[in-house]
């Protein structure tokens, strides 16, 4: 008789008497041959997960113990662990997908990372700094030389996000960008513009590092690629004064 054995399911057997279990060469299945007093049998898993071959009588009585084994799971790549099928369970000690997001999560903010999310700019991934969406250590590098957050900023300057999380992991309002002046470094061209509001500014190939405003009696201009610097006309009064002698 070909069959299989399932938790606490008794299965008669056609024929009372002994019981012999052969495993068939051919195909591998378990066979079970009773010719004498026993009419049941049934499989059970006790507390320490050891599965346990019971043959039963009519009444239900337990007859024998055939076999004792101990059916085990093993997972694992570098620690390889054991469950052990415990009163017919297997209980795995594993992480859900869930789990590792936020173990992960917490061991970069541990590490106070930063998250590169793009660029700061005209053309840039963003225009101005997000107030909305944020997460500690997100950070953006300036592409192109403007007033950001109400900083100066020049090609390769940073800004990083910090603040208070939430429950999402999002940072609250107010969120403190940390200015971080990368871009000044490096830079050997050097020049002076014009900028037509009056002032003349002394820059690099970053933009501009220092603004010169126009004394008293002093007025800037420029034409082309020339800048005027000119003395305003001043009124005098002559005076007589007398001879040499």
């Not at 591998?28 to 006790?46: C, H, K, M, P, V």
């Not at 795995?92 to 700019?121: P, R, W």
């Not at 590092?209 to 800048?227: C, P």
């Amino acid at each position: 008789m070909n069959t299989s054995v399932t938790d606490n399911n008794p299965i008669n057997l056609v024929s009372t008497g002994g019981l012999t279990i052969v495993k068939n060469a051919s195909n591998g299945n378990i066979e079970f041959f009773s010719d004498g007093a026993y009419t049941q049998l049934r499989q059970s898993f006790n507390a320490n997960g050891q599965l346990s071959i019971l043959l039963m009588n009519s009444l239900g009585d337990s007859v024998s113990q055939t076999a004792q084994v101990t059916p085990t799971i093993t997972y694992g790549h570098t620690n390889t662990v054991n469950a052990v099928f415990a009163n017919g369970t297997a209980v795995l000690d594993v992480y859900t997908a869930s789990q590792i997001d936020t173990l992960i999560g917490n061991e970069l903010k541990a590490l106070d990372a930063m998250t590169f999310k793009g660029t700061l700019g005209t053309d840039g991934t963003v225009s101005t700094l997000p107030t909305e969406h944020v997460k500690n250590g997100d950070t953006y590098k300036v592409i192109s030389a403007s007033t950001y957050n109400g900083e100066n900023c020049r090609i390769g300057d940073m800004f990083i996000a910090s603040g208070t999380e939430g429950a999402n992991g999002e940072l609250s309002t107010p969120i403190t960008w940390t200015y971080i002046p990368s871009g000044n470094d490096g830079s050997n061209d050097f020049s002076f513009v014009y900028d037509n509001a009056g002032q003349i500014r002394f820059c690099d190939n970053n933009g501009s590092l220092t603004t010169f405003t126009a004394g008293t009696n002093i007025a800037f201009s420029g034409t082309n690629s020339a800048i005027t610097i000119a003395h305003e006309t001043i009124t005098r009064t002559n005076d007589t004064g007398s001879a040499i002698t």
